[in-house]
């Protein structure tokens, strides 16, 4: 790819230059009179050296050694920016990368030999999955996937919240529902759970275990009751996931790091290492010394632990599983979070550069402009099953990956649902579509059509604005991976399918005379194909007909 050699060039020179562990950004200009790529690498150079950005552009110039056969112009732009036209023969070469990659156009090895952990939703097993958990699993899947094209492997997790006071409310309320359905009168507790579903499984469980069930003993009773209702919204939690294209590698249960020693064996390190003390009857955490903002209690006066234990030890495990880095995608109620465990895991003597957490923002769900707030099943979200079954899986991770998973979102189900270029999705499914459609105008499968591509044969200019649009994918999934940011590939995508509808509207493919009609066959199986791998990396289909 010409950007790949491009870089590595300028890498070069920025080491030839004596500043070889500078970062620059080499991207595609928006305005199209600034070249087809353009750089920084003069701008941080001079930042550095404290000097002038455009003499160190010269100096840069001076330096490259791009063939021309790369490169047909370069330029020194505004403060020191470099500006690069790219030469036809690259266009063509890129043409050619792309079918010859087919279905690998835009992979990488950039982390070859890396293992991530990337642990997502991690929803407590108490209810339905909501909204919000929809947006962590279409984030964290869409990371796992951009790593993955980048060379990485990766293992998807999900930790199960199922220790704690909120599980015992959940079997409480379990326990009432099944007394309700068997016509007695009893209350849900106190900071119990009241949606419908709690209805929906009391019903199950008397039709599995028999109507003799109701009649326990009250301590038996919930203790049946939790393990039963664990087992069943976990089930359904994995369904609903299944349905919208998430799976996960691991499961990893927080009652069984218990039940296996690895808190108490936590506890004790950090005890070894002289990290904990006791003060007002409860045990601390020095993780003030380490960057946090005030120590931590471990176990309350009570003598219960607090959470903040077995999140220590399921972070220790994970790096012990020998894992390059790990990654967290925790709500943004969660932000303050963030210090304290890294603070600990410094502590243990773990490098910073290990733990790192994607943040995600709160949905607002609108229809006709009113915010939609409450599910009949669930009483107080809305579910993510009852998205989903309304606008489709592709249009539900579209939007949640319409933005930055720290940035808040409004979700318009109207618009996702409509079949109009209003909607993103059906925008750029409609531009894939619309491809398949010109191979099947011209009575030809898209891998039948062969040969180099002669840019001479290509005179109008979205004929070349077009194929250098392709030219961006590899770079996009790269930096997206890099910043773990999925919006930027919707984002291209949506870039992408507005040049293949310029195309497509402004030149004719078939009933051109023949070198031309062969140059778009070309042209157009190349954007079908970079079409299909962006939508791919987003875990979205690529319709041929819609």
Known sequence: MSSDVLRVE??????????GDVEFVLERPRDDTHGDLATNLALTLAKKR????????EEVLRELQAPASLIRKAEIAGPGFINFWLASATLAALHARILAEGARYGRSTTGEGLKVNLEFVSANPTGPLHVGHGRGAALGDAIASLLEWSGHAVTREFYINDAGVQIDRLAQSLWARVQQAMGRDAAIPEGGYHGLYLQENAVLV????GTAFGDLPYEEGVKRCRELGLAIQRAEQDGDL??????????????GMYHRGAVSVALDLLHDRNLTYEKDGALWLRTSEFGDDLDRVLRKQDGGFTYFLPDIAY???????????LIDVWGADHHGYIPRVRAVLRALGFEDEKFDVVLVQLVK??????EVKMSKRAGTFITLRDLVDEVGTDAARWFFLSRKGDSQLTFDIELAKRQTDENPIFYVQMAHARLCGIFRTAG???DAVAGGLDLASLPAPEDTELLKKLAELPEVIAKAAREREPHRMTTYLHELATSVHGWYHHTR?????????????????AARITLANGLAVLGLSAPERI
Do not use: C, W, Y
């Not at 300028?10 to 500043?19: F, N, Q, T, Y």
């Not at 404290?50 to 552009?57: D, E, I, K, Q, T």
């Not at 769900?365 to 009113?370: H, M, S």
């Open 365 to 370: 769900v609108v229809r006709g402009g009113e």
């Open 10 to 19: 300028l890498e070069r020179v920025a080491r030839a230059l004596g500043d």
């Open 509 to 525: 493919t078939v009933g051109e005379a023949a070198p031309i009609e062969h140059a778009r066959l070309l042209l157009a199986r």
């Open 50 to 57: 404290r000097s002038n950005p455009r003499a160190v552009a």
């Open 315 to 325: 972070h220790i495990d994970k790096l012990e599983r020998g894992f390059d880095a």
């Open 206 to 209: 008397l039709e599995r275990e």
């Open 444 to 446: 030809v499968e898209p």
């Open 242 to 255: 299944a349905d919208f294209g998430v799976r996960f590698n691991v499961m990893t249960s927080e009652q």
